[in-house]
């Protein structure tokens, strides 16, 4: 009798073993079904999302990615389309409303977990998502939504570490320093900018740019060039020197006349050049013109300012026939 109780209490034990374990199964069945419907909930949720962005609806966006995003948290991508349907709705003609502020804080919540989850992905996809939205994260730092610059400083040096070969990181930061009158800092950024990119010519655009806000004309000019010297086939590049040469002789009253015909002459040559490169191209014939016009006001011989003037006509009004009949062939 005692062994037959010792086998009924075994069979006793074992059942209630097996009862646990079954417990323990479906349990586990069931987290998983429920991790799968969750993140079948939040795929719809996005792909909704998706198409009332699309749309422009951004509010119902909104709501349709909180949705995604709820159900699984891991959606990077969601939190970036998130975050730039919060800064659609945004309105800056209603700057200072407490909803209207809110929106745009929300989005930049999002922008940051955005960039914070697509960076550590190995996709580069998901990395040009991270920096997009670090991008749109210093713009909402912007004096039209909320004027704080010393926030984005932060933001740019971390895109900056996050793609150190793209050049619109320094270009961006540099701008917050020059805004901050920190003009030894930007244009170390811009210099940085040309190292990781020195092929690129909006590297030498912007050099230049800052150089002529600086008032440093040598130093514009040497871009400019540098920048040709990458588009040799680009009739634009040597026009824009051409402009600036016209733009210095005809502004700064500072210039003698000796400096005034150096620099005359090398807007023609520049002028020129584009010319060669693209025969109908208007603008470079009107500016053609226009320094002819600069060198006749250094002549002192009447008869030299009289065939200056007479062939800075002519490009003139090739450059008008030219411009109308373009616009009579575009209609």
Known sequence: MMSIRIAKGERMRALSSVSIVVVA????????????????????????????????????AASEYEQAIGKNPDLGYAYFYLANSYDNLYK???????????????????????????????????????????????????????NDPAKAEPVL????????????????????????AEYDSAEKLLMLAKDAKPTDPAVYLQLAGYYNRQGQFDKTIAALEQRAEKEPTNPEAYQMIAGYYYEETNGDTRLLDAQKREYVQKGLEAVDKAMQLKTDYSQAMTFKGLLLRQQALLEKDQAKIKDLLKEAGEWSDKANSLVKKQAAGAQ
């Open 25 to 60: 199964l479906v349990a586990g069945t069931s987290v998983a079904g429920c991790a799968k419907l969750d993140e079948l909930q939040a795929m719809r949720a996005f792909k909704a999302a998706n198409q009332a962005y699309g749309s422009h609806d951004y509010k119902a």
């Open 92 to 146: 800056p003609s209603r700057r200072g409303e407490a909803d209207n502020d809110g929106l745009l804080e929300k989005a930049v919540q999002n922008y940051t977990t955005a960039a914070d989850k697509l960076s550590a992905s190995g996709k580069p996809e998901d990395k040009n998502l991270a920096n997009l939205s670090l991008k749109y994260l210093v713009a909402a730092y912007s004096v039209d939504k909320l």
């Open 157 to 180: 040096i971390k895109m900056i570490q996050l793609d150190p070969a793209d050049p619109e990181g320094y270009f961006m930061l540099a701008n917050v320093y020059e805004q901050a």
